[in-house]
C-alpha cells in the first residue's frame, strides 16, 4: 500500500506554532488549578508514576485506561476487560515491537507502515474501541491510547486537530507528520516548551497535539 504524504502540512503548521498564542496556550492547558478546574487533559501523562511506565512500557496497565478518561475517552468495560485480560499478551507482543525511545522523525517509515507493528495494534484498538467512542470516534481512541504507550513517536489525532490541519484527500497523519517535522518546526516546539515551562514528560507530538487543539477550539 502506498502512503500520500501531504507536503504542504509543514508550512501550516509552522504558522499555528510559531505564534505567540502558540505559548499563551499551552499554559493554560497545563496550568494547575483547584479540582474541576482547567483542562482535564493536562492529567493524561500524570496518571501513573514514571517508573511504573517505564516498568510497563510493553504492557497495557489499568492506568492507561483511565488516563484516556483525560482525553474525554471512557471506554465501556466489556473493551477495557478485553484490553488487560484476554487480549493483554497480543498487545503486549505488539508493543515490545515498538520503538519505545524514539522520536518520530528518527524512525525509519517502514515502522509506520501498515504492516509495522504500530499499525497493527492501532487497528487492533480501533477495531477494538467500536463502541468504545460516541459518533465513529474509534479511531481516535486507538489514537489516544497508543500515543499513551508511544508518547514519542505516535501523534494524537482527534476530530478537532483533522479540521484544523485540513489533511490533504488521502494522505496518511503519521508520515505526513513525520516529514514536516523538520529541523525548523521542531526547534518552534522546543522553544514554545520552554517558554510555557512545561514538564519534561510532555514530548514534542504531545507539545504540538495540544497546541492544535487548543488553536481549534478558538477558531470553532
Given at each position: 500500500m502506498?502512503?500520500s504524504i501531504?507536503t504542504?502540512?509543514a508550512?501550516?503548521?509552522r504558522q499555528?506554532?510559531?505564534?505567540?498564542?502558540?505559548?499563551?496556550?499551552?499554559?493554560a492547558y497545563?496550568e494547575?488549578g483547584p479540582?474541576n478546574?482547567?483542562?482535564?487533559?493536562?492529567?493524561?501523562e500524570q496518571?501513573?508514576?514514571p517508573?511504573?511506565?517505564?516498568a510497563?512500557r510493553?504492557?497495557?496497565t489499568a492506568?492507561?485506561v483511565v488516563?484516556?478518561?483525560?482525553?474525554?475517552?471512557?471506554?465501556?468495560?466489556?473493551?477495557?476487560?478485553?484490553l488487560?485480560?484476554p487480549d493483554?499478551d497480543?498487545i503486549?507482543e505488539?508493543?515490545?515491537?515498538?520503538?519505545?525511545?524514539?522520536?518520530?522523525?528518527?524512525?525509519?517509515?517502514s515502522?509506520?507502515?501498515p504492516k509495522?507493528?504500530a499499525?497493527r495494534l492501532?487497528?487492533?484498538?480501533?477495531a477494538?474501541a467500536?463502541?468504545?467512542g460516541?459518533?465513529g470516534t474509534s479511531?481516535v481512541t486507538a489514537s489516544?491510547l497508543l500515543?499513551?504507550?508511544?508518547?514519542?513517536?505516535i501523534p494524537?489525532?482527534?476530530?478537532?486537530v483533522?479540521?484544523?490541519v485540513?489533511l490533504?484527500?488521502?494522505a496518511?497523519?503519521?508520515?505526513?507528520?513525520q516529514?514536516?517535522l523538520?529541523?525548523d518546526l521542531?526547534?518552534?516546539?522546543?522553544?514554545a516548551?520552554?517558554a510555557a515551562?512545561?514538564?519534561?514528560?510532555i514530548?514534542?507530538?504531545r507539545?504540538?497535539?495540544?497546541?492544535?487543539?487548543?488553536r481549534a477550539r478558538?477558531t470553532?
Amino acid at each position: 500500500m502506498q502512503l500520500s504524504i501531504d507536503t504542504s502540512l509543514a508550512g501550516r503548521l509552522r504558522q499555528i506554532v510559531e505564534g505567540p498564542q502558540a505559548v499563551d496556550d499551552l499554559r493554560a492547558y497545563f496550568e494547575d488549578g483547584p479540582p474541576n478546574t482547567g483542562y482535564a487533559g493536562r492529567w493524561f501523562e500524570q496518571i501513573g508514576t514514571p517508573a511504573d511506565q517505564e516498568a510497563n512500557r510493553n504492557r497495557l496497565t489499568a492506568d492507561d485506561v483511565v488516563a484516556l478518561s483525560a482525553l474525554s475517552i471512557r471506554l465501556p468495560i466489556a473493551v477495557s476487560a478485553r484490553l488487560l485480560g484476554p487480549d493483554a499478551d497480543e498487545i503486549s507482543e505488539l508493543l515490545t515491537e515498538i520503538p519505545a525511545e524514539a522520536d518520530l522523525w528518527d524512525v525509519p517509515r517502514s515502522e509506520l507502515s501498515p504492516k509495522s507493528a504500530a499499525y497493527r495494534l492501532f487497528t487492533k484498538f480501533r477495531a477494538m474501541a467500536w463502541n468504545g467512542g460516541e459518533h465513529g470516534t474509534s479511531g481516535v481512541t486507538a489514537s489516544k491510547l497508543l500515543a499513551r504507550k508511544r508518547p514519542r513517536l505516535i501523534p494524537i489525532y482527534d476530530t478537532q486537530v483533522s479540521h484544523l490541519v485540513d489533511l490533504g484527500k488521502g494522505a496518511n497523519w503519521w508520515i505526513s507528520l513525520q516529514q514536516a517535522l523538520t529541523d525548523d518546526l521542531r526547534s518552534q516546539l522546543e522553544h514554545a516548551h520552554k517558554a510555557a515551562e512545561l514538564s519534561p514528560l510532555i514530548t514534542p507530538l504531545r507539545t504540538l497535539d495540544v497546541i492544535l487543539w487548543m488553536r481549534a477550539r478558538h477558531t470553532s
